[in-house]
């Protein structure tokens, strides 16, 4: 399959095959230019849905994985405890940059897909805080019958531990006032 890739794309044409490709690709040195036109070639292989799109989609990942697992380490902070979400995160991101990627535009195709990678994570990320910040979980069904006001219950009553108290609130729910007077009246309201 790379012996057909290669007669296509010029790039890939002095490499006897993959491994070479891919030692090339991974080595420090070179001249980058040639890395990305190696790059370019292979993402527009990809993108072209032709028999060799698959090959190329795992060049590709193969030729940047260095790059990918640097992504990987600094966005572990964030996932801690959920490893396998991040690899889920920054898989899904790293194949649509491939195939999204808009070689027209771009000067570094294995930057800008690290970069776009390493963005596109963070700013998922950042959606899903903001999300949890709003999102407010629904107290547990205990099986009652809504129908009874006793068992449905006042969430005023419920026991609340520490951490979910809000700060300056009492457990009844009310804030602190200055005048005795008013939180008497304030708890007869209850």
């Given at each position: 399959m790379f012996e057909e890739m290669k007669k296509h794309r010029r790039p890939l044409r002095r490499f006897d095959d993959a491994g070479a490709l891919l030692a090339y690709?991974?080595?420090?040195?070179?001249?980058?230019?040639?890395?990305?036109?190696?790059?370019g070639s292979l993402v527009q292989a990809a993108q072209s849905r032709g028999d060799d799109?698959?090959?190329?989609?795992?060049?590709?990942?193969?030729?940047?994985?260095?790059a990918l697992d640097g992504v990987y380490r600094r966005r572990q902070r964030d996932f801690f405890g959920e490893p396998e979400r991040l690899v889920s995160e920054v898989g899904a991101r790293f194949t649509a940059a491939i195939h999204d990627a808009d070689l027209s535009r771009v000067r570094r195709v294995a930057a800008t897909l690290v970069r776009n990678v390493d963005r596109d994570?963070?700013?998922?990320?950042?959606?899903?805080?903001?999300e949890d910040k709003v999102r407010v979980p629904l107290p547990e069904d205990r099986g009652d019958d809504p129908d009874d006001d006793e068992a449905a219950g006042d969430l005023r009553r419920s026991p609340?531990?520490?951490?979910?108290?809000?700060?300056?609130?009492?457990?009844?729910?009310?804030?602190?006032?200055?005048?005795?007077?008013?939180?008497?009246?304030?708890?007869?309201?209850?």
């Open positions: 690709l991974n080595h420090a040195g070179g001249d980058l230019d040639e890395k990305d036109a190696i790059y799109a698959e090959l190329a989609v795992a060049l590709v990942w193969l030729g940047l994985w260095p994570v963070r700013e998922a990320l950042k959606r899903q805080w903001a609340v531990t520490r951490l979910l108290q809000t700060p300056g609130v009492s457990k009844l729910g009310q804030p602190p006032r200055l005048d005795p007077d008013a939180d008497v009246e304030a708890l007869r309201d209850l």
